[in-house]
């Protein structure tokens, strides 16, 4: 019983290695401010975005994360998709207030160096909507 499970880990780790392997590598600096940054996460995953910042996706607890870092491995941002229950309690006041029944589609919690927001697509009705809150929970942009 023990066989497949080591097979999945070994087969991940290859994968893992070859896609990196593969793909161009962030400058040291960047490697190491990611290390610092996120410590405890694994199988990262590195893409240059152009304009010498670097997007790294991992996975860190029971959860996939993108990281944004510049060319000097400074951090510009971290998304990460949440659960509703992850969702603040300001913001599910202003949702129960403003939307009957909402469908959600993706929630994403952005954080960066200027706090902590985030970024819900939800569907109500016949309408797509776009919302964005700050950490406090007030909503700062809406688009359809």
């Known amino acids: ?28 600096s960047i490697l190491i401010a990611f290390r610092y940054r996120y410590p405890k996460a694994s199988f990262p995953t590195w893409a240059f975005q152009g304009d ?44 129960k207030e403003h939307f009957v029944k909402p469908d959600f589609l993706k929630i994403i919690q952005l954080s960066m160096p200027q706090g902590q927001f985030y970024e819900l697509d939800i569907y109500e009705d016949t309408h797509y909507i776009h919302l964005y809150y700050d950490g406090k929970g007030n909503l700062y942009d809406q688009g359809i």
């Open 52 to 95: 010498g910042v670097w997007e790294v996706t991992f996975s860190k607890g029971t959860k996939e994360h993108c990281a944004i870092f510049d060319s000097n491995g400074n951090w510009l941002g971290t998304r990460t998709i949440v659960s509703r229950n992850m969702l603040p309690t300001k913001i599910w006041a202003d949702l």
């Open 1 to 28: 019983m023990k066989l497949p499970r080591i097979l999945r880990i070994a087969l991940a780790k290859s994968l893992y290695l070859l896609v990196n392997f593969v793909q161009k590598s962030p400058h040291r």
